[in-house]
């Protein structure tokens, strides 16, 4: 079983539109959440981190964690063709390590 | 540096030859870890440091592969008798476990590696 799980997409979604991006997670003891963004040939970069249960916002992102659930968000609004990315959901699980485990990302693809 | 640096940024070679990695983490940064990214892939986790120690190699995928780092700031990844399935972009982060957030990684550009 994967530890960090995410759809791989293709999500696509009109110019202006909210983006939701879901990444679920196995280790319930998990601590850390992290959003990343990666171009297409690029590296990744962190949009948001999330440590608390509840809606971090930052701009035009909220990330939302459920730790309950296992589960960890990340909305987009008033979506542009820049946002068009790969977006990776990372997660440091419980046991002490700094090493963070990544979903696959999920593609999305906003259009005008 | 203002950020993470990687080199070469592009390595062509030959199947057989040993090739080596370099990453220039942030200045003061005591975490540094190396991923490999295939192309359509998520990121494989290969190793990670702690200073100069590295407390987990699980992700190396074999013994052909090794990595060092030297003062607690530059490490290089050595790839021995490169296969073609070595092809992939090598990426390294680093972060500053000394602060609260300390496990935001920052990534440097990545190492494109082709096997022909």
């Known amino acids: 079983q994967k530890e960090v799980e995410q759809n791989s997409g293709p999500l696509s979604v009109p110019e202006g539109a909210i983006a939701s991006l879901n990444c679920t997670y196995s280790d319930r003891g998990s601590q850390s959440f992290f959003w990343y963004r990666q171009y297409s040939g690029k590296s990744p970069e962190l949009i948001m981190s999330i440590y608390s249960n509840g809606d971090k916002e930052d701009g035009r992102f909220t990330a939302q964690l459920n730790k309950a659930s296992q589960y960890v968000s990340l909305l987009i609004r008033d979506s542009q063709p820049s946002d068009s990315a790969t977006y990776l959901c990372a997660v440091i699980l419980s046991g002490g390590s700094y090493i963070p485990t990544f979903g696959r990302g999920t593609s999305l693809i906003v259009h005008p | 540096g203002a950020g993470v640096s990687q080199s070469p940024s592009n390595k062509v070679t030959e199947k057989g030859k040993d090739v080596e990695l370099r990453c220039d983490p942030i200045s003061g940064h005591t975490a540094l870890y190396w991923y490999r990214q295939s192309l359509g892939q998520g990121l494989e986790f290969l190793i990670y440091?702690?200073?100069?120690?590295?407390?987990?190699k699980s992700g190396l995928p074999s013994d052909r592969f090794s990595a060092e780092r030297t003062g607690g700031s530059v490490s290089t990844l050595t790839i021995q008798r490169t296969q073609q399935e070595d092809s992939a972009v090598y990426l390294c982060?680093?972060?500053?476990?000394?602060?609260?957030?300390?496990?935001?990684?920052?990534f440097g550009p990545g190492t494109r590696l082709l096997v022909l």
């Open positions: 440091f702690q200073g100069n120690s590295a407390p987990d």
């Open positions: 982060a680093s972060s500053d476990a000394r602060t609260g957030s300390g496990e935001t990684q920052y």
